[in-house]
């Protein structure tokens, strides 16, 4: 099967899936429970996820699948073939809590490198669209990412984990970018945010995430222009594309005085001038 075909079909199940977010938002009937006792998750991401998972079963069958409510056994990252990326709310305390900024994310990845990525915000009504080597888009528009050059005139955005004790190191970093930066953002989307980084309305993005949660949005900011990577080397045995501890993505020239700045933040000492 021809890529821009498997884009099509991801792009059909992505706006399916957001129609049913909507719908899921207007009645207002839906249960909510904490996983791991601090994680929202609502009835509508589970169907949500079921939704794609037998969709995609339907339309590519017997490929495997790394989905984050029904099948979120990293152990399928080590694998090769073909994988789905899938979250299937992306800003599940912004769907509760009635904000905008929610995604539905897939991604497909085949031997380790993402090959097509979908990120499609019902409420927003933006679909972004990417396969590899055939630069990103927003509703069928191409985009391109910020040319900013300096770290003072940039607009970042990050996001923090569920877990409070796991919060204060990085707020560090977020004292180091207040003071080096022009402003930052947190909108709870980090597929958004990837997605906002790929058409220039955010110069950068830096988090530690889940794979699904940033796969697609990854894609579609370097297929857009953006430069990406991570803070510190990947584990050997997981694909880059798919390890989302200290990921950055930000505009080409301010990557590495961002990268810079955040580890010397980690470190907890001035960067020299």
Not at 34 to 52: P, Q, S
Not at 140 to 155: A, F, M, N
Not at 173 to 187: G, I, K, P
Not at 213 to 226: C, H, M, N, S, T
Request: hydrophobic share 40%; aromatic share 6%; proline share 5%.
């Amino acid at each position: 099967m021809q890529l821009s075909e498997r884009l099509a079909i991801t792009v059909e199940i992505a706006e399916q899936a957001g129609h049913m977010i909507r719908e899921a938002r207007q009645e207002q009937n839906f249960g909510q429970h904490y996983k791991h006792g601090r994680e929202l998750v609502t009835d509508v991401d589970v169907a949500i996820d079921r939704f794609i998972a037998d969709q995609l079963e339907a339309r590519f069958p017997g490929e495997a699948r790394l989905t984050e409510e029904l099948s979120p056994e990293r152990e399928t990252l080590e694998k090769g073939g073909d994988l789905w990326v899938v979250d299937p709310i992306d800003g599940t305390v912004n769907f509760a809590q009635g904000l905008p900024h929610v995604a539905v994310s897939i991604a497909w990845a085949h031997n380790g490198k993402v090959q097509l990525g979908v990120v499609h915000a019902p409420f927003l009504v933006e679909t972004f669209t990417s396969t590899r080597g055939d630069g990103a888009r927003l509703n069928g528009k191409r985009i391109r990412s910020s040319l900013v050059t300096r770290l003072e005139q940039c607009l970042i955005a990050t996001g923090f984990p569920y877990r409070r004790e796991g919060r204060a190191p990085l707020m560090r970093r977020l004292s180091a970018v207040m003071d080096a930066c022009q402003d930052m953002r947190r909108c709870g989307s980090a597929a958004l945010d990837l997605c906002n980084v790929a058409c220039g309305r955010l110069d950068a993005y830096y988090e530690s995430v889940s794979p699904w949660d940033f796969a697609a949005g990854y894609l579609i900011a370097q297929e857009a222009g953006a430069r990406a990577g991570h803070l510190y080397p990947c584990p050997e045995n997981i694909p880059e594309e798919l390890y989302g501890e200290h990921i950055l993505v930000a505009a080409p020239d301010v990557y590495k005085p961002l990268k810079t700045l955040l580890i010397h933040a980690d470190e907890n000492r001035t960067p020299a001038t």
